[in-house]
């Protein structure tokens, strides 16, 4: 039990340590494709480091809530890490604690914290932002909703553990439309959420056009550095969710020694990039949507969520 | 010998092709379209004994239905094309696209002769569906922005129905298939009847219906056609009704025969649905319209829609009716827009209400737009009198005794709003305002007039009496359809 | 075939199925004329790959013909064609315009898709498992492509819409009729080339004598 403790422990870790990591891949790869020379793949960890030792400005207009933001998004993210397999393909000590949903729940929290954080600062392209965030989430509820559906419908389970196990015994399962539908829609709905291009330019600096980065204008010092950090995690733990348990469990450690534990790092993050490579894929050939094309967007992932429990329907 | 039939129109294509004049290319066609006719009669001689006359085993034949589908195109596609070369003639478009005219309407005529004798019902399909972009650029040949979007309906709606359609002869062909038969012939498909899966043919025959019901303008599928009609030349409306009231109804009745053999199969049912709303429907909508080339084309999906009721009805000899309600139709309705034509030239408008006196401004070609029109409407003593006469006969004995009163009734509300609009445009004195009527009298083309006087041969022919050959085709028509009924 | 091998057959069929809808879905949500193109040239080449794995379900080598017949014909010839036939500035890069939004036009197609369910479902007993995956899919295809004729106002959309019915129906048609006589394939194959001549010479037409393709927007012959 010991042991469960500790590996959940390293997967904490993992995703404390090497999301900043993974989004300095996704900015030099992204420069690179675009013919620049790009900053280093490890700027994120800088610019963290860089903004912890400045001191934070919090304007006299704002309450507790200000404040509290950065630590419930940056406490969200690694409340998820415990419930979703991150190393291994066993449930660790926290696995029961909650589901994919209540996984979902504790994420929307840091969502709606950093909202209503950004109303709370009054600066009001952070209002702007606020309302933006909350249109793509809303719109991007209903295919969460579908998503898991399909998922609970197929593997009888909402048990992240349970579920990765389902698209691949017998192998073939791999290739049911189910399963493959169900990714797509997923991945669309990851761009949506993190603020990726078709949805969101992440690297834009114009505030009008912002959607998600504009609610953290106002955060200077470390408030700035844990929401930054927040957000490779949750990126990071999007992508483990999507690559671990959605794609195919492979690469994750099925003993229980430490050696097959930390062996699973490696291999964690080889499906980490080639999920950036595809993300710079994306977002290099596809130009930002009009903001009210968003809903063309999350209306195509709907469907394919819809679609995917059709064809799950109509072929049983 | 049967090949001949879609060899001629070929070769007439290949000389004008190759260059023949304007003047050569019509007569050409001509020529071959009675040659045709000649050939066609002869194969109905051959086949009304009963037996099908057959070129290739499984792939070209023609039995005693189809032989009467197949002469009734021929005789429509001669007068048709006599009518053409009048009628182009007024026209002040470029020759060389008068001589395309020709090509395309050559091509439409293979495609159409091709549906009565191809024996393989996938190919049936494909010529059904090559007779619609085969006419797209007869129906847009004025090439006016109207025209061109009446083409352009046309070709996207009758293409999505033949799209359907397809959908449901892979259905058909799937519930064949599973009764064990592998050939998809007129002649497998019958002997299959028994075993087929009433489920799946049910469906696929309600998809073929609405699929070539959108060709044949069915009253919900009928968007396309009032546009259609009101561009496109009067020898195309005169084609496109044999179109739809002798070719459509040859399949959906030849296929209606051999499915309702398949126990629990609903063919009948979806046959006088569609039938009677089809009929319902084109009588009012005969009232409301404004123009008369619209007002003919109504009265075809009319005459579709009674074709069908009839076809569909349990008795041999509402079967019978329903057959000669097609010749009398496929006679009548070309004479009637070969006098609308005539009429047009007349007067150069489109719109009932523009058009008054014709009578008096024309005496001959008043009175023959009357009596085409009393004709189509369905007045003694012509063609359709007698064999509406002999569906609603044949109804009102048989067990559909509702459908056949609910005929009736459609039949005097079009033939009161038909004969209303007629004599609003023959009788009564021209505007004195309109100032076509001091126009110097204008001349109709020789071949216009040769042509509407060939066409009304059968129509008061077949008024006054039914020939003894033709009555005992008729009977063996009758029998080619409705043989398997319990 | 081992048992394993089948169920990897099954699995595939069903999963080119699920993208063949998504194509149909596309086709409604594609906001350029290329758009439309190139999803109906990748819905042409699904449909090619669904026949090649019922040719190795059913063992029937005459699938792999129609395989071949709908990649030469509609993935090669009718770019081809449409980009001899019609004219450059139709298949310029332009927005679409729609009569019924987007995401709407999208639930509507979802709606469509259950009811094809419902219109299969009693036609289903008795039928092997890729009759399940590509009857329902076909007639869902179908119907859907019929909706996107309607919404869709402009010319070359809506032919694209119209090859997708007939490539709906030939999905079904591969898993209900894989002996469906090659003539009507062929037929098929041919229909479909003559309708792109035919609509492309046409739309060319429209486009040269009133400036626009929008199809939807001409009304000049509305029954009064």
Redesign the interface.
């Known amino acids: 039990m010991v042991r469960m403790i500790l590996f959940n422990l390293i997967q904490v870790a993992v995703v404390m340590f090497l999301s900043p990591l993974a989004v300095g891949i996704l900015n030099r790869f992204k420069e690179r494709v675009a013919g620049k020379k790009g900053p280093s793949i490890f700027q994120t960890y800088r610019d963290i480091w860089k903004l912890f030792h400045k001191d934070q400005i919090l304007s006299s207009e704002s309450t507790w809530i200000f404040r509290a933001t950065p630590y419930v998004c940056f406490a969200a993210p690694i409340l998820v890490t415990m419930l979703i397999p991150v190393l291994t393909s066993y449930p660790l000590f926290f696995a029961f604690m909650g589901d994919m949903i209540g996984g979902g729940f504790v994420l929307a929290l840091g969502g709606f914290f950093a909202t209503i954080a950004a109303v709370d600062s009054a600066n009001p392209y952070g209002a702007m932002g606020a309302s933006r965030t909350r249109m793509v989430g809303f719109l991007a509820e209903p295919v969460f909703m579908v998503v898991f559906f399909t998922v609970c419908f197929v593997a009888n389970s909402t048990i992240p553990y349970i579920v990765q196990q389902k698209w691949v015994h017998p192998e073939s399962n791999f290739f049911n439309p189910a399963h493959i539908l169900v990714a797509v829609a997923f991945f669309m709905l990851i761009l949506a959420e993190t603020g990726k291009i078709p949805v969101d330019n992440p690297s834009g600096h114009f505030e009008l056009a912002m959607i998600d980065e504009s609610k953290s204008l106002e955060y200077s010092g470390s408030g700035a550095a844990l929401m930054k950090w927040a957000g490779s995690m949750k990126f990071f733990v999007l992508l483990c969710i999507f690559l671990n348990v959605l794609i195919a469990p492979w690469g994750l450690a099925s003993g229980t020694a430490l050696g097959d534990v930390l062996l699973a790092i490696p291999l964690i993050f080889i499906k980490v990039l080639g999920a950036v490579i595809l993300i710079v894929m994306v977002e290099s050939s596809l130009a930002k949507l009009r903001l009210f094309r968003i809903t063309a967007f999350l209306g195509l992932a709907f469907v394919v969520a819809v679609a995917a429990v059709l064809t799950r329907m109509m072929t049983t | 010998m049967v090949w001949a039939i879609l060899i001629l129109p070929l070769v007439a294509i290949a000389i004008t092709a190759a260059g023949a004049p304007l003047g050569l290319a019509g007569w050409i066609s001509v020529l071959a379209a009675l040659a045709d006719v000649v050939i066609a009669g002869i194969l109905a001689g051959e086949a009304s004994h009963g037996r099908a006359v057959i070129a290739i085993p499984h792939w070209v034949g023609v039995d005693a239905f189809g032989s009467l589908i197949l002469l009734l195109e021929t005789f429509g596609a001669l007068t048709a094309l006599l009518f053409s070369i009048g009628f182009l003639s007024q026209l002040s478009t470029p020759a060389d696209r008068k001589r395309r005219y020709f090509i395309w309407f050559n091509l439409f005529l293979t495609a159409l002769y091709a549906v009565p004798m191809l024996r ?1 019902i ?2 049936v ?2 010529a059904l ?2 007779t619609t ?1 085969f006419s ?2 007869l129906v ?1 040949f004025e ?4 025209a ?6 046309y ?2 709606l009758t ?2 129905g ?3 359609a ?2 449901g ?3 058909l ?2 519930a064949e ?1 599973r009764a064990g038969f ?3 012939t007129w002649r497998q498909l019958a002997a299959s009847a028994p075993k087929l ?1 009433p ?2 043919v049910s ?1 696929a025959f309600l998809l073929i219906l609405i699929g070539f019901g959108t060709k044949a303008a069915l009253i919900p599928f009928h968007a396309w056609l ?2 259609t009609y ?2 496109a030349p009067f020898p195309i409306c005169a084609m496109l009704s044999i179109l739809e009231s002798a070719a459509i109804p040859y399949v959906l009745l030849h296929l209606a025969a051999t499915i309702r053999l398949a126990p629990g199969a609903r063919v009948d049912q979806w046959l006088i649905f569609f039938g009677l709303v089809s009929a319902g429907g084109a009588a009012l909508l005969i009232i409301q ?2 123009e008369y080339k ?1 007002l003919f084309a109504y009265s075809t999906i009319e005459n579709t829609g009674i074709i069908l009721t009839a076809g569909a009805m349990t008795s041999t000899a509402a079967h019978h009716a329903a057959i000669w309600q097609i010749i009398s139709h496929s006679f009548t309705k070309p004479l009637v827009f070969y006098a609308a034509g005539i009429m047009f030239m007349l007067v150069g408008k489109l719109r009932i209400s523009e058009v008054r006196g014709v009578l008096s401004r024309s005496p001959w070609i008043g009175s023959v737009m009357m009596a085409a029109g009393l004709a189509i409407a369905g007045a003694p003593p012509f063609a359709i009198f007698l064999s509406e006469l002999a569906i609603l006969k044949a109804g009102l004995a048989g067990p559909q005794m509702w459908a056949a009163v609910l005929l009736s009734s459609f039949m005097i509300i079009s033939f009161c709003a038909i004969t209303y609009h007629l004599f609003r445009m023959v009788l009564g004195s021209a505007d004195a305002n309109d100032t076509a009527a001091d126009a110097p009298p204008v001349t109709i083309p020789r071949s216009c007039i040769i042509a509407l006087t060939v066409a009304a041969i059968p129509v008061v022919v077949l008024g006054c009496y039914v020939p003894a050959p033709l009555a005992h085709w008729l009977a063996a028509a009758t029998a080619s359809l409705g043989s398997g009924r319990p | 075939m081992t048992p394993d091998k089948v169920a990897w057959i099954h699995e595939l069929i069903l999963l080119v199925a699920g993208f063949f809808l998504l194509c149909s879905f596309g086709l409604i949500a594609a906001s350029q004329v290329m758009g439309c193109l190139r999803v109906y040239v990748i819905q042409s080449l699904l449909l090619a790959a669904s026949a090649v794995l019922l040719g190795i379900d059913y063992h029937s080598a005459d699938l792999w013909i129609v395989a071949a017949i709908a990649i030469v014909a509609k993935a090669v010839l009718i770019p081809f064609l449409l980009r001899r036939t019609a004219r450059h500035d139709m298949i310029a890069r332009r927005e679409l315009q729609q009569a019924i939004s987007v995401p709407m036009s999208l639930l509507i197609a979802l709606a469509l898709t259950v009811l094809a369910y419902y ?2 479902d ?2 289903m007993d008795h039928t092997s498992r890729s009759v399940h995956a590509n009857l329902p899919i ?2 869902a295809a ?1 119907l859907i492509a ?1 909706y996107t ?1 309607t919404v869709r106002r402009e ?1 070359l959309p ?2 694209l819409s ?1 090859l997708a ?2 490539n ?3 999905f ?2 591969i898993a ?2 894989p ?3 090659l ?2 394939e062929l ?2 194959a ?2 479909v080339l ?2 792109v001549l ?2 492309g ?3 060319t ?2 486009h040269r ?2 400036g626009s393709t929008e ?1 939807g927007t ?1 009304s ?2 509305m ?2």
Do not use: C
């Open positions: 393989e996938a190919l399909w494909l569906t090559l972009l797209v650029f847009s090439r006016t922005p109207a061109l979007e009446a083409g352009w309906k070709a996207i293409t999505l033949a799209a359907i397809i959908l002869v892979l259905l062909y799937w298939s592998t050939a998809f899966s489920a799946i469906i009032p546009d009101s561009r319209t404004h619209r | 219109i299969v009693p036609m076909g007639f179908v019929i004729i010319a809506q032919m119209l019915i007939e709906g129906a030939f079904a048609g209900i009729a002996n469906f006589p003539i009507g037929a098929a041919f229909d003559m309708v035919t609509l010479v046409l739309s037409q429209i004598l009133s199809v001409l000049e012959l029954e009064d």
